[in-house]
């Protein structure tokens, strides 16, 4: 097959491209930076220019694989190739839901608002600009010629939010000889899909001709059985030994009260969500992306790998140490008080 991928450099990208070719195909990277895997074609292009897909409107495409977070990028490119490619695969996300409440819904559920801007403002408008990508694609392309796939948090090497590459780091560098902090949500569902198995998925589509639209997440575990996961692997590969420590559950008002963070960034601890509204974000249904080919290598194995890419590239997400004993403190002082 001739697979055009609208990227080729980045985090998804970048795996899309490379498993393509190792499954044989011909890949064409369009994308601003140097750097695509080898084996690949190179074409520079800006995506913000409205000629950015002149040098490949003269060739016809099996497929077009596209990653892409502003509209404007999706409008253009749809807009573009939709006389030159058999099928379009875009990467949305579970994002573009209106809601996340309901346990088990399936991708009919009810979208935001598409974003009429061509850009976003702020991430606050990442779910939007993503409905509105998804409704250029389908407008160029229709639901027969077209993938949208939407998935939930996406983990392993190379995830420089640090969101999944926390827990089993912390396992293996504990500060504290008996406990590690972690949120008192244990039974959160959580589902961390490995970034690899994403892109051999979406290689897949290509290949096999699906269409459709897709949820596209990982299993789905209780953040307890999550945790116990890193534990294995942090123990594994870091070594806390016979010192292993056990889990400090701390209550939503505590942990903020003190600064720490939900989900992300800085201060915070990785996957915990305490608004009950978005309690179901990681628990959706995922059994048409599972009937069309969609497999999953086990979660070990993500946090493995990206426990040892965060080693070696920095963190992002989590508590550092000075925090993490900090908190520990406060709150064995809270309970000797």
């Known amino acids: 097959m001739k697979i055009l991928v609208l990227g080729g450099t980045g985090w998804v990208s970048s795996h899309v491209a490379r498993i393509a070719l190792e499954s044989g195909h011909a890949v064409t990277c369009l994308t601003r ?18 000629d950015a897909y002149a040098q490949v409107v003269n060739e016809q495409w099996d497929a077009v694989i596209d990653v892409a977070s502003e509209p404007g990028h999706v409008r253009r490119a749809t807009k573009a190739l939709k006389d030159h490619a058999k099928r379009y695969i875009f990467v949305s996300t579970v994002s573009v ?11 009919t559920a009810e979208r935001l608002p598409a974003l009429e801007a061509d850009a976003m403002q702020s991430m606050a408008e990442y779910g939007q600009a993503k409905v509105a990508a998804e409704d250029a694609v389908l407008d160029a392309f229709g639901a027969d010629r ?17 969101r999944t590459t926390y827990w089993p780091w912390r396992f293996a560098h504990p500060v504290d000889a008996t406990h590690i902090v972690v949120p008192d949500a244990l039974d959160l569902t959580c589902a961390v899909i490995d970034a690899r198995d994403l892109a051999a998925w979406l290689v897949h589509c290509a290949n096999a001709e699906v269409s459709g639209t897709f949820n596209v997440l990982g299993e789905q575990l209780t953040l307890a059985e999550h945790l116990a996961v890193s534990r294995e692997v ?52 995922v059994a048409a992306a599972h009937a069309n080919g969609l497999r999953l290598r086990p979660l070990a194995d993500t946090l493995r790998d990206g426990m040892w890419w965060r080693g070696n590239n920095g963190g992002g997400a989590g508590l550092n140490d000075a925090d993490e004993r900090d908190l520990i403190a406060a709150w064995r002082a809270r309970a000797d008080g």
């Open 33 to 50: 930076s140097a750097g695509v895997p080898n084996g690949a074609r190179s074409v520079r292009a800006d995506r913000d220019t409205n």
């Open 146 to 162: 077209s993938v949208i796939a939407r998935p939930g948090l996406i983990g392993g090497p190379g995830d420089t939010t640090g």
């Open 97 to 107: 839901y209106a809601g996340n409440a309901e346990r088990g819904a399936d991708e």
């Open 234 to 285: 942090g123990v594994a590969e870091g070594g806390a030994g016979v010192d292993e420590p056990w889990l400090l559950p701390m209550p939503a008002d505590f942990l903020q009260a003190h600064g720490v963070n939900p989900w992300a960034g800085e201060k915070s601890l990785p996957l915990w969500i305490p608004d009950e509204s978005m309690a179901a974000m990681s628990a959706r249904s």
